[in-house]
């Protein structure tokens, strides 16, 4: 059960459900399943879904108080373990989930952002996480985002899902 507050998302959303089913896809394929940082966190519920699945540690990221709040709340009452923190894209570096400064190299990004947030996070990123799924978009927008992260850090687009006018993309490290 995940109860938005006044964040958004309860996972009803197409885009959301889109990058729920690569999410699990991708956990239908890697094992064991390691870190994950979900960036732009809303009520939590693609975070809660990933400890579900068993990834871990888990550190979701939102710009708004309410976000933040209500994912630690929803997080709670799913007992999925998940840190959660208020974090700006546009002015602060990425942390990452156990924070060493760099991503261990099974990390998996959960990004359902708006095209220029997304645009603005492979600008800011450091380092290529092993898998990034990005959505929040429309169909008309996948490609600029998987050209954006494949042109600065070399992640190659693995899969990619559409519903109605949204789409979801699965970009992966290497070539």
Do not use: Y
Request: glycine letters at 10%.
């Amino acid at each position: 059960m995940v109860d938005p507050g006044q964040a958004f998302g309860t996972g009803a959303h197409a885009t959301t459900r889109l990058c729920l089913e690569l999410l699990l896809e991708l956990a239908a394929d890697e094992r064991p399943r390691g870190p994950l940082l979900d960036v732009g966190t809303g009520s939590g519920v693609l975070a809660i879904a990933a400890a579900r699945l068993g990834f871990a540690p888990i550190l979701a990221l939102d710009h708004e108080r309410e976000s933040v709040e209500a994912a630690r709340e929803n997080a709670i009452v799913n007992d999925a373990e998940i840190e959660v923190r208020r974090f700006d894209l546009r002015s602060e570096s990425l942390p990452w989930p156990g924070d060493g400064g760099a991503p261990p190299r099974e990390t998996v990004v959960m990004a359902n952002l708006l095209l220029p947030l997304l645009l603005e996070l492979s600008r800011t990123m450091k380092h290529a996480p092993e898998h990034l799924i990005a959505s929040g978009l429309l169909r008309a927008q996948v490609d600029e985002v998987v050209e954006a992260f494949g042109a600065r850090l070399g992640l190659r687009e693995r899969a990619r899902r559409e519903s109605g006018e949204w789409a979801a993309t699965w970009l992966v490290a290497g070539g």
